[in-house]
T-cell receptor, first 113, second 116 residues
Framework: NAGVTQTPKFRVLKTGQSMTLLCAQDMNHEYMYWYRQDPGMGLRLIHYSVGEGTTAKGEVPDGYNVSRLKKQNFLLGLESAAPSQTSVYFC????????????FGEGSWLTVV | AQSVTQLDSHVSVSEGTPVLLRCNYSSSYSPSLFWYVQHPNKGLQLLLKYTSAATLVKGINGFEAEFKKSETSFHLTKPSAHMSDAAEYFCVVSRFDGGATNKLIFGTGTLLAVQP
């Protein structure tokens, strides 16, 4: 009954460091998403994937890369972290298209100093 | 283009009194609309969703929302607030991208405080 699991939950990075956030879902969903949440701005879509081996840009893709090598995993990478990337990151997944519920992970708190 | 506006950034109610969180949407398609709740340091949990069936949608924890096309609104209500309802609430419209994905457009959130 895990749903969507994100690791790590908390991380502090220095400017210029790289890191990868891992998202795993056990619901056999085709669609997976990475969002960032900033105060007063709701959630904004970074990248998404419509199936294994595919990725696409969302609203705010700059500074991030993603990979979907396995259907159940969706990785978000920061190659050279910047303070502007301090945020809470949420992974999500859904079965198919419009009208289907999107399930969220519990979030990853990232601070870049 | 789809968009969603949450009319109040903060709402404060007393325990036991009604809750009203307001949301207006704009959509060129028949929208799917959702309310999500986020408790402090937690992920987002689906409260309820509207997908063109009944206009009055019942969700978890006693919440409900009514889809009013003429007013382009999807307000969230609860008859009697409980302390555990204190959280941030997001109104969301689903944008079907013509075969790509169901991108969610989030409102900026309403922080609900419940006073004892």
């Amino acid at each position: 009954n895990a749903g969507v699991t994100q690791t790590p939950k908390f991380r502090v990075l220095k400017t210029g460091q790289s890191m990868t956030l891992l998202c795993a879902q056990d619901m056999n969903h085709e669609y997976m998403y990475w969002y960032r949440q900033d105060p007063g701005m709701g959630l904004r879509l970074i990248h998404y994937s419509v199936g294994e081996g595919t990725t696409a840009k969302g609203e705010v893709p700059d500074g991030y890369n993603v990979s979907r090598l396995k259907k159940q995993n969706f990785l978000l990478g920061l190659e050279s972290a910047a303070p502007s990337q301090t945020s809470v990151y949420f992974c999500a997944s859904s079965y198919s298209l419009s009208g289907n519920t999107i399930y969220f992970g519990e979030g990853s708190w990232l601070t870049v100093v | 283009a789809q968009s969603v506006t949450q009319l109040d950034s903060h709402v404060s109610v007393s325990e036991g009194t009604p809750v009203l969180l307001r949301c207006n949407y704009s959509s060129s398609y028949s929208p799917s609309l959702f309310w999500y709740v986020q408790h402090p340091n937690k992920g987002l949990q689906l409260l309820l969703k509207y997908t063109s069936a009944a206009t009055l949608v019942k969700g978890i924890n006693g919440f409900e929302a009514e889809f009013k096309k003429s007013e382009t609104s999807f307000h969230l209500t609860k008859p009697s607030a409980h302390m555990s309802d204190a959280a941030e609430y997001f109104c969301v419209v689903s944008r079907f991208d013509g075969g790509a994905t169901n991108k969610l457009i989030f409102g900026t959130g309403t922080l609900l405080a419940v006073q004892p």
